[in-house]
């Protein structure tokens, strides 16, 4: 009986710039095997649904680090590689929280302060939340000072 001989072709799908695209909106992607020729068929992919594929299968939820700078992690889809990517293109930049209150006043400098549209009540709130994390980093630092001493 003869011998039946098969190779193993290991394949990795890719996603990359169309070639000639003008801009970053057209991708292709494909397989490629490990000297990197492309095998079957290229698929055109435009970048909203690329996009759409990526982020809407991507939970993100806000982290806060021990200085107060607020940045969204994703949970789940994306690896710890391509995540560290993100973060040295600054796709996922930080903010510091006293800049991201700042920023939310200015947005809302023009609205009314009551009625349908009215933001005072929204700033009493956002008020009562701040001075409550305020107590509790306070509490932790004289919490963490207590540990120190004894």
């Known amino acids: 009986?003869?011998?039946?001989?098969?190779?193993?072709?290991?394949?990795?799908?890719?996603?990359?710039?169309?070639?000639?695209?003008?801009?970053?909106?057209?991708?292709?992607?494909g397989f490629r095997d490990e000297h990197g020729d492309t095998w079957g068929m290229k698929v055109p992919v435009g970048r909203s649904?690329?996009?759409?594929?990526?982020?809407?299968?991507?939970?993100?939820?806000?982290y806060m680090d021990s200085q107060g700078r607020i940045q969204a992690c994703p949970d789940g889809f994306v690896d710890d590689e391509a995540f560290?990517?993100?973060?040295?293109?600054?796709?996922?930049?930080?903010?510091?929280?006293?800049?991201?209150?700042?920023?939310?006043?200015?947005?809302?400098?023009?609205?009314?302060?009551?009625?349908?549209?009215?933001?005072?009540a929204g700033y009493e709130e956002m008020r009562d939340r701040l001075v409550h994390a305020l107590n509790l980093v306070e509490a932790e630092i004289a919490r963490r000072k207590a540990e120190e001493e004894n």
Do not use: C, H, W
């Open 1 to 29: 009986m003869a011998e039946i001989q098969t190779d193993v072709l290991r394949l990795t799908p890719y996603i990359e710039p169309e070639d000639n695209a003008t801009d970053a909106d057209r991708f292709i992607a």
């Open 49 to 62: 649904v690329l996009e759409r594929l990526i982020l809407g299968s991507t939970e993100l939820s806000p």
């Open 84 to 120: 560290e990517l993100m973060l040295r293109r600054n796709l996922v930049p930080k903010v510091e929280i006293d800049e991201l209150v700042a920023n939310s006043l200015s947005l809302d400098k023009n609205e009314p302060n009551y009625g349908k549209d009215g933001v005072l």
